[in-house]
């Protein structure tokens, strides 16, 4: 049999877990899976998760499995428990010294894991590599490569200039990170209470550890109408997460201060205008806008709260 996390018996290269996450990606999986299965990289351990999809995922992932003749972990979820905790489920799975999270409808280029190891090779001391993106449509097409690391030269994140950074904006793509699984907090490293995974974390570990980002684009990250999108609900329920995450870091410095308050305060008019504008270009009946509009008077409430008990 294939042994997806032992190809080379004889490898001395550290364990690399690789957690593939699905919900309704069956049009994808299999080349999510396959550009796994085809790394350059031969000490690999893969965990697949499904979280309820509805379409027929498990199904094309059984198959895959069956046909692929690979040993792994999958665990196929009865009902749908949320990315955050799908993540920490899998998190009790990983084996391996690092680890990365992939969406099953995003691409890892065949080097992906060899390039990231390497630099860890050289920089033991980091907790993250990231890298850049292509991002691409829901036929494989490339919509454009991410700007993010574009003004940036590959090399070491400080962690202090990386954590003022990442307040302003996620500058680290999701599926690009590989990760030291001995940087990541005990207990539960995804918060269950919120909707995205990876802004959370990145700050708790640019808190303590330096990161290291690679301008090169080491993962096609496919861009579909089901993502979280531009929508009123997931805007408000946005809002109220970056929030939650944001209060976290008030008082830590006067500099950071005034960052996070001034994020805040972005924040809040972005929201607002999104708000307006999708109620008077008729795509949100008014019920839904006065509901929505108490939810960002609530945000109001909480982030002048916030600014006060400082």
């Not at 085809?38 to 498990?58: F, H």
Request: charged share 25%.
């Amino acid at each position: 049999m294939k042994l997806l996390r032992t190809l080379i018996a004889m490898s001395n290269s550290p364990l690399v877990s690789i957690i593939a996450v699905c919900y309704n990606h069956e049009k994808f999986v299999v080349e999510t899976l396959d550009s796994i299965l085809d790394q350059t990289y031969a000490n690999i351990q893969l965990i697949i998760m499904d979280d309820c999809s509805s379409d027929n995922s498990v199904q094309v992932i059984k198959d895959w499995i069956k046909i692929k003749n690979v040993e792994c972990v999958f665990i196929p979820h009865q009902k749908n428990w949320g990315l955050c905790k799908t993540l920490n489920e899998a998190l009790t799975y990983v084996d391996g010294e690092y680890y990365q999270v992939i969406s099953c409808d995003d691409i890892l280029m065949l080097d992906k894991i060899t390039k990231q190891m390497l630099v860890f090779e050289k920089q033991p001391d980091i907790a993250v590599v990231s890298s850049n993106v292509i991002k691409i449509d829901p036929d494989g097409n490339i919509l454009d490569e991410s700007k993010h690391n574009s003004n940036y030269a590959s090399g070491i994140r400080k962690s202090s200039n990386l954590f003022k950074t990442l307040l302003e904006k996620n500058i680290i793509e999701a599926p690009t990170a590989l990760i030291k699984k001995d940087c990541i907090p005990n207990g539960k490293v995804y918060n269950e209470n919120l909707i995205f995974e990876d802004w959370d974390l990145w700050l708790k570990l640019a808190l303590k550890y330096d990161f290291y980002i690679m301008e090169e684009a080491l993962v096609k990250y496919r861009i579909l109408s089901t993502s979280m999108s531009n929508t009123l609900k997931d805007s408000t329920r946005k809002s109220k997460d970056i929030v939650i995450i944001l209060s976290k870091y008030l008082g830590l410095h006067q500099e950071t201060d005034q960052l996070i308050n001034r994020q805040l305060k972005i924040l809040n008019r972005k929201l607002y205008q999104f708000t307006f504008s999708a109620f008077f270009s008729g795509k949100t009946p008014l019920t839904e806008y006065f509901v929505k509009l108490k939810s960002i008077l609530r945000i109001n409430s909480r982030v002048k709260n916030l600014k006060i008990n400082r």
